[in-house]
């Protein structure tokens, strides 16, 4: 198992490059539910302009 | 099929439903191909004996480099038909894929940069495509930065959808003088392009994760541009709708 | 300073294409020149900026005389930045532009006739001073000649991919480093046929291939460019 996680010396590079992008996804759809969330505020916000 | 008509889904309000329905299979057909491409390409492929395992690497670079170029000609075309048809539904499409391939263009470099440091001993190497690259992913702020600066979201697309068209036209012309630029300058044989002749099981893992980017973009653009359509249609009364059914 | 528009025509005249250029670039040669000041600047800021490399790398001569030309030609980018912002601010910023928006001239033509007249102050300058900068950093003739010309065939089409994105910015609030974002990746393959052309003179291997292709460049951005141009304008105004 470790033998593997090294990667024949080469698991630095590996590792950070998987992580990077790994971690570009995972950013990707905290963003993608956060905006969801804004965009459903807004809505919010134009019902209660529309109605004041 | 024949029932269907298709202009019908290029208003917002129709457009939102479908694209809440077709989410869920682009991303589970994504999540399949990546666990797929990732067990071919981790447990099946074999070490290069040129490179050893580093090689591993392109199995998220070219995809990512692949997506990044092919979202932004996507991108482009959806802009030209909001010029041509002066469609709001094909600009929110091309607002929403932006940051997608810039995400792409960013990790194509970074893993670019950690491929080519055991290969050839620099985290940098300016060849074509890593270069062109470079300069895709500085088109996609561009078109980000511009729609962030411009306050009426009309003018932004039709802004953002010439400069992205000014942009397509160009890739080419970029990358033609890029490759020429390197061709010139380059001694040493160091060359992105030139990977590492592929086992039959290394090309399938690479196809593979190609298509699990493209499900993956397809579906966060789909999610992307739903609460695009949210925030920009939110005076809209099926909106209103959507919204107290949601609370009931 | 007052700056009053020159009279447009009034009555219902259709106005011809090339009438309609020559009018705007005249106009806008007339309004540069008012301020001499402003021109200077360009020119000051061109050779203040090849200076610095010297500064910043090393006096070595053969090593500037290798890199020469791609600092010619990224001063000669930074400079037309600059200047840029101006093309069409001041005249969005007192009403004129739109004007010229809503009037019976060909917007394009307009359009064209004030890049050229912005080339004209501003890229020609620089040309004409690439041969100081040559000297500066011990380019032989030949290939002080050939940048020369390769920024005479390229600085013209710089123009135009900096009026498309002067007009995309206009009045936003991020102005010049916007600007600078969406023009220098644009200008990528000028800059590489416009440098390497000098650099394959200096190494003997012929710049006809370069130069070429920096003509080609030219002739496409003068067709396209003002179309693409006047309509980021009208954009900006609808």
Known sequence: MMEWLKMGGH????????????LAIAIEVWLLSRRRAQAWQMVRQAAEEDNA | MAGISWFKFSAPASFYPLAGRLI?????????????????????APTDYQQGESYRIIF?????????????????????????????????????????????????????????RPTWG???????????????????????????????????????ALLALVGVVNVPIIYFSVKWWNTLHQGATVSMTAAPKMAQTMLAAMLIMSFAAWFYTIAVALHRVRSIILEREAHADWVQELRNGRQG | MNRSASTIAVEPVTIGVIQAMRWACARDLLLAFRSKSELALIVVFFVLVTSLFPLGVSPDAKLLE?????????????????????????????????QLVLGPAPLASMVSGKVLAHWLANGLPLVLLSPVAGVQFGMQPEAIATLTASLLLGTPTLSWLGAIGAALTLGTRTGSALLALLVLPLAVP?????????????????????????????????????????????????
């Open chain 1, 11 to 22: 698991g630095f590079y590996i590792w950070w490059s998987y992580g990077v992008f790994a």
């Open chain 2, 24 to 44: 869920p299979w682009f991303a589970a057909l994504a999540a399949l191909l990546t666990v797929a491409g990732l067990y071919i390409g981790f447990l099946v």
């Open chain 2, 60 to 116: 998220i670079h070219v995809p990512a480099a692949w997506m990044a170029m092919f979202t932004y000609c996507v991108m482009a075309g959806w802009c030209a038909a909001s010029l041509i048809w002066n469609t709001r539904l094909s600009a929110m499409m091309a607002q929403s894929l932006a940051p997608t391939g810039a995400m792409f263009a960013f990790v194509s470099l970074w893993t670019g940069a950690f491929w080519g």
């Open chain 2, 122 to 160: 620099t985290y940098w190497v300016w060849d074509a495509r890593l270069t062109s690259t470079l300069i895709l992913f500085f088109l996609y702020l561009g078109y980000i930065a511009l729609r962030a600066a411009i306050d009426d979201p009309r003018r932004a697309d039709r802004a953002s």
């Open chain 3, 66 to 98: 290798r890199i020469a030309p791609g600092i010619a030609w990224v001063a000669a980018l930074l400079a037309s930045l600059l200047s840029l912002p101006r093309l069409f601010a001041l005249d969005h910023a007192d009403g004129t532009l739109e």
């Open chain 3, 190 to 238: 000028i800059l590489i046929f416009g440098a390497g052309a000098a650099e394959s003179v200096a190494t003997g291997l012929g710049a006809e291939a370069h130069l070429s292709l920096l003509g080609a460049g030219l002739i496409a951005s003068w067709v396209l460019g003002p179309f693409a141009t006047a309509l980021a304008v009208r954009i900006a105004y609808e």
